[in-house]
């Protein structure tokens, strides 16, 4: 069955340093990967897409990767701030289809 | 206003009670969904529709239903509510090709006692 996989239910850092998400995926062959941010009680929002023949793909001090061949996508965040505390969550497209999402990951930037 | 407008933001009721959630968005889009957030848990589809002419069942669909009153609105009814369906109930849409992701509402809590 289709399974997705996000790093450690939490993940701390030290402002200033590059936190660093993964996001894994088995049976499944996705056309798009989706990254989305979510803070608490609230909708989940939408940060970068990236394709299947795109291997990075950069807005800000975001960077997404994509490796197809290793069914997986980092999310790296540089410079972290507190501001960029929240849960990060990985969705998988099918051409045209409908979004599955992972369980998230949840950063806190310590200052 | 919110691209996308989700009433009631809460709501208690009580084991038995059909309640409505509702849905409504300023987006164009053709394609809205309902998902369920528990906890510590991700986002699992309950319903989805593609066009006002199209209705889904997702992967937790049982114990719901949906209407797709327009291409704007999209509701989601709980028939006879059960206490574990105590969650957070998020609304969305997208364009076709998913290219700008999804637009979520904020979301309706509701706590079935």
């Known amino acids: 069955s289709q399974k997705i996989e996000q790093n450690s239910e939490a993940l701390n850092i030290q402002e200033g340093k590059t936190a660093t998400l993964t996001c894994n995926y088995t049976n499944y062959s996705p056309a798009y990967l989706q990254w989305y941010r979510q803070d608490p009680g609230r909708?989940?929002?939408?940060?970068?897409?990236?394709?299947?023949?795109?291997?990075?793909k950069r807005k800000e001090r975001l960077k997404v990767t994509f490796d197809t061949t290793l069914k997986?996508?980092?999310?790296?965040?540089?410079?972290?701030?507190?501001?960029?505390?929240?849960?990060?969550?990985?969705?998988?497209?099918?051409?045209?289809?409908?979004?599955?999402?992972?369980?998230?990951?949840?950063?806190?930037?310590?200052? | 206003d919110a691209d996308v407008t989700q009433t009631p933001r809460n709501r208690i009721t009580k084991?038995?009670?059909?309640?409505?959630?509702?849905?409504?968005q300023t987006k164009g889009h053709d394609r809205m969904y309902w998902y369920r957030q528990d906890p510590g848990l991700g986002l699992r589809l309950i319903y989805y529709s593609f066009d006002v002419k199209d209705i889904n069942k997702g992967e937790i669909s049982d114990g719901y239903s949906v209407s797709r009153q327009a291409q704007a609105k999209f509701s989601l009814s709980l028939e006879s509510?059960?206490?574990?369906?105590?969650?957070l109930y998020f609304c969305a849409t997208s364009e076709k090709q998913g290219l700008y992701g999804y637009t979520f509402g904020s979301g309706t809590r509701l706590t079935v006692v």
């Open chain 2, 81 to 87: 509510a059960i206490p574990n369906q105590t969650a």
């Open chain 1, 72 to 111: 997986q996508s980092l999310f790296h965040i540089t410079a972290s701030q507190p501001a960029d505390s929240a849960t990060y969550l990985c969705a998988l497209v099918p051409n045209a289809g409908k979004s599955t999402f992972g369980d998230g990951t949840t950063l806190t930037v310590k200052p």
């Open chain 2, 15 to 24: 084991t038995g009670k059909r309640i409505m959630l509702e849905c409504s």
């Open chain 1, 43 to 56: 909708g989940p929002v939408f940060l970068l897409l990236i394709r299947e023949n795109e291997k990075e």
